[in-house]
């Protein structure tokens, strides 16, 4: 079910008033809250339920036995592991098998073999990645002790499938998440009108920047050889606003929806397009997933406390990781190596990769300093985009070649709209950067203003939204 479908629009006021108003009782919400998450999930395809209940019944088993084996170390690590090994097998079947598969049979044919007899299409199941890596993050947690394991399944069930953020994220933590199933929740109505205030930015990024940036995107991004290097350039910018507002859209939708359930779900992004390096990007980018890898992967290896090389090899193996994350696909891959060594490359330079303060901090204009800084770091991610949109590294070497080089052929696109949509975008959220969302309005005193405003959103997503409707592209991943 997507969020900007009709039927989302029926289905959300039905379990709201569900949920407050009949199954009141904290056990019956979480109930509910697993009804709903399973009829949301099963709308694509019921067969892929199985799947999301194989993992959820493994990994709350695999906190119980770790539960009961303490003092057991060797054991407990013995079943970490063994939950860890099932779930990232399921997620390889689904999402990589035809991807090693060909990229085999590619390599043996080169010797006069054919691997046809193990080539098959295997259906990716939707947002099978993100809640594969909320189920790990439990075992990993329990078998660390930071967490409890619980004893209860259907708050477990709840906190794997949660519906608002169950296909393309956050991607939550046992400790953030979980304890909010183990308690009472009451309505409160400030945050269920902050939600839908998240909720309506969220659906402004989605339907009026995403979905319009993307039907250009789409109808020219496959004619870059007869375009000029300026135009090649528009294309990535356009992409660079597309999946941007694609996929913070959809998080901002997902965290408000949960908020009008009495649930609070981690900050997905907090305006990464006036990052000053690359590696604060990567601490605005996706902060869910990026947290994920920085915690179960990066300083397992060592992070940067150990010699230098070894930092940049845990940078680039986390890199590396996370490309492989995105999809199936080496420009993927290449991608996430590419941030990977911008990031070892700011550390050999000495830059200072872990500055805290936001952009222009107490200021309404950022320094000439900052915007140098910005412009650069905005064009390496457009860069970035690029490879990522690429339907192989061939087109993506080609595409940055013609960008680079074909600087006299005449060529445009009727794109005034679409840069007046991005600058747009980018207008508000330099002004709220500040803010947890472009629209909160805590700091509005005046009712009709926040009225007002509200209501110009709803009027410019009706006037301006795309014809087209079109899926959250992280639904892929």
Request: glycine letters at 6%.
């Amino acid at each position: 079910m997507l969020f900007n479908s009709f039927e989302f629009m029926l289905f959300l006021p039905v379990v709201f008033l569900l949920y407050w108003f009949v199954f009141r009782a904290r056990r019956w919400q979480n109930l509910l809250v697993v009804v709903a998450s399973y009829v949301f999930y099963g709308w694509w395809d019921w067969r892929f339920l199985l799947l999301i209940a194989l993992t959820s019944f493994c990994s709350y088993g695999s906190g119980l036995l770790i539960e009961r084996m303490e003092g057991r170390r060797k054991m407990q690590r013995a079943v970490s592991a063994a939950n860890i090994i099932l779930n990232l097998s399921i997620l390889a079947v689904f999402k990589y098998y035809n991807f090693f598969v060909e990229n085999l049979d590619a390599l043996v044919s080169a010797f006069g073999y054919r691997l046809d007899w193990v080539t098959m299409k295997v259906i990716l199941p939707v947002g099978i990645s993100f809640y594969t890596f909320q189920a790990l993050s439990y075992t990993i947690d329990v078998y660390r002790r930071s967490i409890r394991a619980t004893h209860d399944i259907v708050e477990f069930f709840a906190y794997i499938s949660f519906f608002p953020q169950l296909v393309a994220g956050p991607i939550e933590r046992a400790t953030n998440l979980l304890p909010q199933f183990q308690r009472e929740r009451k309505f409160d109505y400030a945050r269920a009108v902050d939600g839908l205030c998240q909720m309506l930015w969220g659906f402004f990024k989605k339907l009026v920047v995403a979905d319009n940036c993307a039907i250009l995107v789409n109808q020219h991004w496959n004619e870059y050889a007869t375009l000029s290097g300026p135009v090649c350039f528009l294309l990535g910018l356009f992409f660079t606003f597309q999946i941007y507002c694609d996929f913070s859209g959809y998080s901002d939708i997902a965290i408000g929806c949960a908020r009008l359930f009495g649930i609070n779900l981690m900050r997905n992004f907090n305006v990464p397009y006036f990052s000053r390096s690359i590696p604060e990007f990567w601490r605005r980018w996706h902060i869910s997933l990026t947290t994920w890898f920085r915690d179960y992967i990066y300083f397992p290896l060592g992070g940067s406390r150990c010699a230098r090389w070894k930092v940049f090899r845990n940078t680039l193996i986390v890199f590396f990781v996370s490309g492989l994350w995105h999809g199936a696909n080496w420009t993927f891959i290449v991608w996430g190596l590419y941030h990977g060594l911008l990031i070892c490359l700011y550390i050999l330079l000495g830059v200072n990769t872990k500055a805290q303060e936001p952009p222009a901090a107490g200021r309404r204009l950022p320094s000439l300093k900052e915007l140098g800084q910005m412009l650069l770091t905005f064009f390496l991610v457009v860069i970035g985009w690029i490879i990522f949109r690429s339907e192989s590294l061939t087109q993506a070497g080609e595409f940055l070649y013609r960008m680079f080089t074909a600087v006299t052929v005449e060529s445009h696109l009727h794109s005034m709209g679409y840069i007046f949509y991005g600058l747009t975008l980018l207008v508000i959220e330099w002004v709220r950067r500040d803010k947890q969302h472009a629209l909160e309005l805590s700091d509005v005193r005046q009712p009709w203003v926040k009225w007002m405003v509200c209501l110009t959103f709803c009027l410019l997503i009706y006037l301006l939204k795309a014809d087209t409707l079109s899926t959250f592209i992280y639904f892929q991943f």
